[in-house]
C-alpha cells in the first residue's frame, strides 16, 4: 500500500464551484504539505502544516484553504475554482521530529482541470 | 530565505554516457540538500539527500551528489545513463531554522537517447 495517497487523482470542474483534494498518510509523519505543480514552474508551496494544530499558508496560498483533520489528513479546498487554477497538486510528508528534517515524500498526485 | 536554481532546463545524453546535473542554492547557513526525480506522470521520488559530514553522498539508482560550499552548488551525477533514467530531476533545499520550508528548483529535464 502507498504510504501517501491523494484522492482523486483526476478532477475535471467548472469554474466556480467548490473542489476538495484530500491527502492521507500512513507514515505517521508530523509535517504535511500541499503543491502544485506547472510546467517550466516546479514545485509551489501552496500550504503546510507541522502538526494538527499548525498551519501555515506557503508561497501561493490566495483562493485555497485547508484542514488538518488528524495528524494522517490533510485537505486542501479550492473554494470557487477559477481556470487558472487548473494544475498538478501534490501532497507530501516529512518527518522532523527527531530535530532534523530528513527529506519529503510525496503522494502520485491529483491533476485537476477547471472549465 | 533560501533559493535554488537549475540552470539547465533540458538535457539531453545518449544511453550509456555519464550525466551530469547542476544545482545551485543561496542559503545563508548549511543547508539541507535533496535531489528528487519525477517520472512521466508520476509523483517525486527521493534520490539521495546531504545534511553533514561526507560531501559526497550515493543515493538510489547509481545516482550520486556533491556537496560543495564554496560554489553553493549540489550537483547530480551518474556515470552511465539508463533509457529509464529519462524523468524530470529536482534539486531542493530545505533549511535548518523550524518554521522554514523546502524550496525546489524549477527542474531539469533529462531525455536519453539510444
Known amino acids: 500500500d502507498a504510504d501517501v495517497t491523494q484522492t482523486p487523482r483526476n478532477r475535471i470542474t467548472k469554474t466556480g464551484k467548490r473542489i476538495m483534494l484530500e491527502c492521507s498518510q500512513t507514515k505517521g509523519h508530523d509535517r504535511m504539505y500541499w503543491y502544485r505543480q506547472d510546467p517550466g514552474l516546479g514545485l509551489r508551496l501552496i500550504y503546510y502544516?507541522?502538526?494538527?494544530?499548525?498551519?501555515n499558508k506557503g508561497e501561493i496560498s490566495d483562493g485555497y484553504s485547508v484542514s488538518r483533520q488528524a495528524q494522517a489528513k490533510f485537505s486542501l479546498s479550492l473554494e470557487s475554482a477559477i481556470p487558472n487554477q487548473t494544475a498538478l497538486y501534490f501532497c507530501?510528508?516529512?518527518?522532523?521530529?527527531?530535530?532534523?528534517?530528513?527529506?519529503?515524500?510525496f503522494g502520485p498526485g491529483t491533476r485537476l482541470t477547471v472549465l | 530565505a533560501q533559493s535554488v536554481t537549475q540552470p539547465d532546463i533540458h538535457i539531453t545524453v545518449s544511453e550509456g554516457a555519464s550525466l551530469e546535473l547542476r544545482c545551485n542554492y543561496s542559503?545563508?547557513?548549511?543547508?539541507?540538500l535533496f535531489w528528487y526525480v519525477q517520472s512521466p506522470g508520476q509523483g517525486l521520488q527521493l534520490l539521495l539527500k546531504y545534511f553533514s559530514g561526507d560531501t559526497l553522498v550515493q543515493g538510489i539508482k547509481g545516482f550520486e551528489a556533491e556537496f560543495k560550499r564554496s560554489q553553493s552548488s549540489f550537483n547530480l551525477r551518474k556515470p552511465s545513463v539508463h533509457w529509464s533514467d529519462a524523468a524530470e530531476y529536482f534539486c531542493a533545499v530545505g533549511a535548518r531554522v523550524y518554521g522554514q520550508n523546502f524550496v525546489f528548483g524549477p527542474g531539469t529535464r533529462l531525455s536519453v537517447l539510444p
Open positions: 507530501a510528508t516529512s518527518d522532523a521530529s527527531s530535530g532534523r528534517e530528513l527529506g519529503q515524500f
Open positions: 542559503y545563508g547557513a548549511t543547508p539541507y
Open positions: 502544516s507541522f502538526d494538527v494544530k499548525d498551519i
